[in-house]
């Protein structure tokens, strides 16, 4: 498709395994941002790539989040270590170019048993 | 830092009255300003956008936004709602100025009242 695609569309785990969660923005978008969303709140800023590398990480809320994006275009978010707090629908976006409107996935549900 | 403010966690509206949703924004220098739409149990859809040039932005679904520098606000507003415009908006802003990340506000949810 032509859209920014998150996988998985939700997932379940239990407190203290590892999670992977992918995004596969729009072709040819060079910006790649990582949002977590808890409910009734705004996107919260995670990390935030040009082409390869991250160009700000500063929201990542410790070290048990990491974020790759290898190629300059498919990125992967990883969560060691969960917990119940990091629950939340976590939301991928990407655009044409730094200045450009962000076009959102439909976000990966993580629930944290 | 950049941040957004929406002052209002809900707006209420009949149906063919104009509609306002609030935000202001600090930025140390230059901002890119931009409103979203969530519908339920969808992703963020963008709306418009202000980068430079005239104060007031046309975008998606007859919606407007006028950017106010002296009051650092970016209201977002349409003359005559709809039900179908009930959902949750999210204003957000860019400073462009030092190439920085784009920060969201909490969100204000709309309902057009029947």
């Known amino acids: 498709g032509a859209g920014v695609s998150q996988t998985p569309s939700n997932k379940v785990t239990e407190k203290g395994k590892y999670v992977e969660l992918r995004c596969d923005p729009i072709?040819?978008?060079?910006?790649l941002y990582w949002y977590r969303q808890s409910l009734g709140q705004g996107p919260e800023f995670l990390i935030y790539f040009q082409g390869t590398g991250a160009a700000d990480d500063s929201g990542l809320p410790n070290d048990r989040f990491f974020a790759v994006r290898p190629e300059g275009s498919v990125s992967t978010l990883k969560i060691q270590r969960t917990e119940r707090g990091d629950s939340a629908v976590y939301l991928c976006?990407?655009?044409?170019?730094?200045?450009?409107?962000?076009?959102f996935g439909e976000g990966s549900r993580l629930t944290v048993l | 830092a950049q941040s957004v403010a929406q002052p209002e966690d809900q707006v209420n509206v009949a149906e063919g009255n104009p509609l306002t949703v609030k935000c202001t924004y600090s930025v140390s220098g230059n901002p890119y300003l931009f409103w979203y739409v969530q519908y339920p149990n969808r992703g963020l859809q963008f709306l418009l956008k202000y980068i430079t040039g005239d104060n007031l932005v046309k975008g998606s679904y007859g919606f407007e936004a006028e950017f106010n520098k002296s009051q650092t606000s970016f209201h977002l507003k349409k003359p005559s709602a709809l039900v179908s415009d009930s959902a949750l908006y999210f204003c957000a802003v860019r400073d462009i100025t030092r190439d920085d990340k784009i920060i969201f506000g909490k969100g204000t949810r709309l309902h057009i009242l029947p």
């Open positions: 072709s040819g978008h060079t910006a």
């Open positions: 976006a990407s655009s044409l170019q730094a200045i450009g409107e962000l076009f």
